[in-house]
């Protein structure tokens, strides 16, 4: 049966793997190398003028590697994939291999990951390449803001903070039609739930940090790609800038990827119903999920995507900082901290509002986001209930 024609569980549990290489190990294990020997004059000869294929040299990956990187290509349903040693520099080495020169330009959606910006505004800057930030919701009104200088549409959708949704396929239009190349990071779906190369976009990028890892221990990303052409300047880029995920990160990632279908179908349930509950609360102004029929983003979710991962946010109605902490702070189930994508559940309050430069955020209460992990939904709501009394009490 080929990979092509299954689905994303079954690629999931299989893809990239290869036992009888491995004298009949289910896992490839990790391969921790640096050099690697060649017999032959013939050998290292061919390897020196096939940088990009095979082992070679450790930097440019182990079979533990190439595992890692096949299965991924496989759930994307992408030509190829390169690991990174984070899911930051991921989204940099995608922008990285246009090869944009001074003078270029690109568009990013304004509720981007908070360190996308940043490269764009400090490093693509710096070499003289401008960024335009749009309105994640203007649609086909992408085409308007293209210029001749224009080499890519930079978007997330949702955005992990605010979580507005992008009408993906009419971006992919749009870019088509002028020659621009899209770069979407996939963390939030996953090909589980959307599978970007399928739409038209060129290269689909994934914090492997995350979901794919799945156990909030390792960090990892990844960078998969429609065709040949495009991964081929992806894998220069990383080379160019001596980028390699560690060898235990990548096993990490191919052991994590084995289990996320499974893991993402539960995170979708309970985000779910945590997040229906939510809305029900007299402190919570609006839930931004696009999952639920009143989210703006949804008549696009449900076009375009087949499930929803555990991350959502809120918007608290006004109260002060000792409320909010009151509700936080006690919490004995949700951690409070930085990524998601653990089989933890997690919470990160927002103090100011998130960066914006095309469309004001305007929600006067504290943004709050929720990771909804792998407990229990009803102890996950009556830990969440409990922080509500005691921000009533402090209010
Ligand atoms: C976490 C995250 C990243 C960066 O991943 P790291 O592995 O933390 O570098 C990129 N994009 C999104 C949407 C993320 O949530």
């Known amino acids: 049966m ?92 995608a922008l990285l291999s246009l090869g944009a020169r001074p003078g270029d330009h690109i568009l990013v959606a304004d509720n981007v990951y908070v360190p996308t910006r940043n490269f764009c505004d400090r490093a693509l800057a710096a070499s003289g390449i401008e960024t335009s930030y749009f309105d994640p919701r203007i649609g086909a009104g992408i085409s308007a803001l293209i210029r001749p200088t ?31 190349t899209t770069i979407m990071d996939n963390t939030w779906a996953t090909p ?6 399928d739409h038209g976009v060129d290269i689909s990028v994934m914090a492997a940090t995350k979901y794919v890892v799945g156990h909030s221990d390792a960090m990892l990303g990844v960078i998969s790609c429609r065709d040949e052409a495009r991964w081929e300047a992806v894998k220069r880029a990383a080379m160019l800038y001596g980028y390699c995920a560690g060898p235990d990160e990548v096993y990490l990632g191919l052991r994590g990827l084995r289990t ?12 779910v119903q945590l997040a229906n509950w939510l809305r029900t609360q007299r402190e919570v102004t609006r839930v931004l999920h696009p999952a639920l029929p009143d989210d ?56 100011r509002p998130p960066p914006r430069s095309a469309v004001a955020w305007t929600e006067p209460g504290f943004l709050v986001r929720i990771h909804a992990g792998l407990e229990d939904a009803d102890d996950l709501r009556r830990d969440l209930e409990a922080g509500f009394e005691r921000l009533r009490k402090a209010a």
């Open 260 to 271: 996320m279908p499974v893991r993402l179908e539960r995170h979708f349930q309970t985000g």
């Open 150 to 180: 224009t080499r890519a549409i930079v978007f997330e959708s949702p955005g992990s903070i605010t979580f507005e949704m992008c009408d993906v396929p009419a971006f992919v239009a749009a870019a088509k039609a002028r020659g621009v």
């Open 192 to 197: 589980v739930f959307f599978r970007p190369l």
């Open 296 to 351: 703006p983003g949804h008549a696009l979710w449900k076009r375009d995507f087949t499930g929803a991962s555990g991350l959502f946010g809120i918007v608290l109605a006004p109260v002060s900082r000792a409320a909010l902490a009151a509700f936080v702070d006690g919490l004995g189930l949700f951690g409070m901290g930085w990524s998601w994508g653990g089989f933890e559940s997690l919470i990160v309050p927002y103090l």
């Open 2 to 93: 080929k990979l092509a024609d299954v689905k994303a569980a079954t690629i999931a549990t299989h893809a990239g793997s290869d036992p009888q290489a491995q004298h009949g190990a289910v896992n490839t294990p990790v391969y921790r190398a640096s050099t690697i020997l060649f017999p032959t004059l013939d050998a290292l000869e061919h390897a020196a003028v096939t940088p990009l294929e095979g082992v070679r040299y450790g930097r440019n990956g182990t079979p533990t590697t190439f595992a890692f990187e096949q299965a991924v290509a496989a759930m994307e349903g992408g030509h190829g994939a390169v690991s990174l040693p984070s899911g930051a520099a991921a989204v940099n080495v």
